[in-house]
């Protein structure tokens, strides 16, 4: 079965560093997603992506965020200046359709701890 | 503003049992509820979607109603098994949004024991 995969399983960083966080969607999935989850907390909405632009972002994907599409098959997450704050798991999630009644298909996830 | 919430505490129940876990929105009226599985450590898998013209929906040992007065959903597993211990995450539809987020209740973690 297809799945999203995610590189690397775990980042660690140092505060003010940039880091990029790597997905692979499902290969006929046009929609694509990063969410995180800050240890103990729910899982809260960044930013979707199509047709080569952002569709929407949350409060949280300010300035430091940017997302990218570098080819066919890629799906990165760029934070330019790590915080504290930023440690999280980062999970990517696809879709065939564009609607949240659509079934989104979600990476195993990374574990950035920033120091 | 609109909120999700799930029981924070967790669920125990014996093996074989239904166990029963509620999400209850307020401040907006979803056309569609999705309902999720976590493992720890692990991305959220779909599980059952529900549209606010379907009272219950099933797959298997799953069963998930919808009920738009109320403003809530309730998610059954029957015959239950250690296996099914996870937590569970509520995604109301976010109507207002035609980008495909997803907004999660905090997730209710049950645990089955044998």
């Known amino acids: 079965e297809p799945e999203v995969t995610q590189t690397p399983s775990h980042q660690v960083t140092q505060m003010g560093q940039e880091v990029i966080l790597r997905c692979v969607p499902i290969s006929n999935h046009l929609y694509f997603y990063w969410y995180r989850q800050i240890l103990g907390q729910k899982v809260e909405f960044l930013v979707s992506?199509?047709?080569?632009?952002?569709?929407?972002k949350s409060e949280i994907f300010d300035d430091q965020f940017s997302v990218e599409r570098p080819d066919g098959s890629n799906f990165t997450l760029k934070i330019r200046s790590t915080k504290l704050e930023d440690s999280a798991m980062y999970f990517c999630a696809s879709s065939e359709e564009l609607a949240s009644s659509d079934t989104q298909y979600f990476g195993p996830g990374t574990r950035l701890t920033v120091l | 503003s609109q909120k999700i919430e799930q029981n924070s505490e967790a669920l125990n129940i014996q093996e074989g049992k239904t166990a029963t876990l509620t999400c209850n929105y307020t401040n907006y009226s979803p056309a569609y509820l999705q309902w999720y599985r976590q493992d720890p450590g692990r991305g959220p898998v779909f599980l059952l979607l529900?549209?606010?013209?379907?009272k219950e929906k099933r797959k298997e040992r799953l069963k998930v109603t919808f009920d738009t007065t109320l403003k809530q959903s309730l998610f059954h597993i029957t015959a239950s098994q250690p296996a099914d211990s996870a937590t569970y995450l509520c995604?109301?539809?976010?109507?207002?949004?035609?980008?495909?987020?997803?907004?999660f209740g905090q997730g209710t973690t049950l645990q089955v024991k044998p």
């Open positions: 529900i549209r606010e013209n379907e």
């Open positions: 995604a109301p539809g976010h109507g207002s949004s035609n980008t495909g987020k997803l907004i």
């Open positions: 992506f199509y047709n080569n632009e952002i569709s929407e």
